[in-house]
């Protein structure tokens, strides 16, 4: 019932900023709670921000705290993650995904995924 596509991700500096896109197609997107999530190359996957229905609450793993912020657009289906002071660790596979219950954290409550989009962050 959801899609999702994402873009923005690329190849910066230490201390670099990028905005990851997600755009979903889907008639009750609004209802969903959205997240993002990464995989390092022999790591597994971690969660790393989410977002309510409303966008009135969010949460965010404490190593991008204070320097990431996740965002949607529902009247656009679009949820966003603005990366600011990016590390040589925030590397890796960015998925964006969708939680038919609302917000969640634990990658096995979400319902769809994206096909996700690299992040590499040079020293």
């Known amino acids: 019932q959801v899609q999702l596509v994402e873009s923005g991700g690329g190849l910066v500096q230490a201390g670099d900023s990028l905005r990851l896109s997600c755009a979903a197609s889907?008639?009750?997107?609004?209802?969903?709670?959205m997240g993002w999530f990464r995989q390092a190359p022999g790591k597994e996957r971690e969660f790393v921000a989410a977002?309510?229905?409303?966008?009135?609450?969010?949460y965010y793993v404490d190593s991008v705290k204070g320097r990431f912020t996740i965002s949607r657009d529902n009247a656009k289906n679009t949820v966003y993650l603005q990366m600011n002071s990016l590390k040589p660790e925030d590397t890796a596979v960015y998925y964006c995904?969708?939680?038919?219950?609302?917000?969640?954290?634990?990658?096995?409550?979400?319902?769809?995924w994206g096909q996700g989009t690299q992040v590499t962050v040079s020293s």
């Open positions: 995904a969708a939680a038919s219950l609302g917000l969640r954290y634990h990658s096995y409550d979400y319902d769809y």
């Open positions: 889907g008639r009750t997107f609004s209802s969903y709670g």
């Open positions: 977002i309510s229905w409303s966008g009135g609450i969010t």
